[in-house]
């Protein structure tokens, strides 16, 4: 993790500090001065760079300027991408079987990089912006508690009674710089995995998403006539190559989302349930994580035995769960790292996806390590698989059920009515 720090030198006295996860947007500049006034604290932002637009440095001047004792910068990207999300996309997971969860596999990162700064500032507590309905909250104040339980945790928009306009007012009041750009109808996260919106028109849920609710994604029907081919190579269940160009962890997922999204592939239109127990529609573009996801299993298919494959099944689901109810820093994510981990060791080998107007679709794989035997599944000439075998097998196979059948026959069945 790359990090710059800027304080103003401003002597502050022995005034305890809080650790703020600073976006930069209206809600976390209002809350830099409203937890000093309101909790008697110096402030330490944090801005936190996971692949989302926006200047962190500006983030930290802005900081400063509303009355951040110091303020961070911090590039978090590669180990975004080397820790957190191609351990996931090991597990294939995706929650509810659609969403690659790019905002709940962020969430412990940030919690952990709040963490270490709060240790390094002596802060006795971290505070972050997110309201009491969703799952954010949760994340960070479960990973917050896994890493450091000795924090106190904040969280100002759970307390404050403002509404949008009253944060404005307070903003005015107290010579905050207000985001210039037009507040957006939906709430928006994005990093490197994906973007999420949700908010404003999308909670009909009975509607197609509208076109201004997508960023990364050309509309299916606006994309390419003709297709775009990609060969995604892979080290033991890591993308390690587009085309045969080797490339890092976030430049490769960079490009990739480029590529997808501008074939339309990634657009997901979810009605989910968020752990705090509501139903929510939620829509997120996720280019390379769908065309990752799919190419992954693909080569998993190709790779792993049969009760491998089913079994790893049923861990990924737990493990999907696990990342969005905000148990990452848990044992149980943990032993199941290892268990994915130890699955992956062969899946090495090339998958070439087609990106088509909306569909990323896997049209070829190959591995050193296939179990794919031509020799055995063909039929035409060539073919080596011992046909002799197949009564014998089904025999010992059918057993158990015909054993059944006949102990378990009733009187009606034998016909005989036992009267
Ligand atoms: N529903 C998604 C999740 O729980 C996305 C949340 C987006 N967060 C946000 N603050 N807009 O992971």
Redesign the pocket.
Known sequence: MHCTNSKDGRETGNRKKIVLAYSGGLDTSVAIKWLEDRYDVDVVAVSIDLGQPGDMEANVERARSIGAVSAYAVDAKKEFAEDYIWPALKANALYQGV?P?S??IARPLIAKILVDVARKEGAQSIAHGCTAK???QVRFDVSIGALAPELGIVAPMREWVMTREEEIDYAKENGIPIPVKKASPY???ENLWGR?C?CGVLEDASQEPPEDSRSWTVSPQHAPDMPAYVEIGFEKGVPVSLDGERLDAVELIVRLNELAGSHGVGRIDHV?D?LVGIK?R?TYECPAAITLTKAHQSLEGMVLTRDVLSYKKGAEQRYAELA?DGYWFSPLREALDAFMEKTQEFVTGTVRVKLFKGMAEVVGRSSPHSLYNEGLATYAKGDEFDHTSAKGFIYVWGLPLRTAASAYRTDEASGDRGE
Do not use: I, P, Q
């Open positions: 969403y969860l905002t709940a969703g799952n954010d709430s928006v996260d999420s949700e989910e968020r929510s939620e969005y």
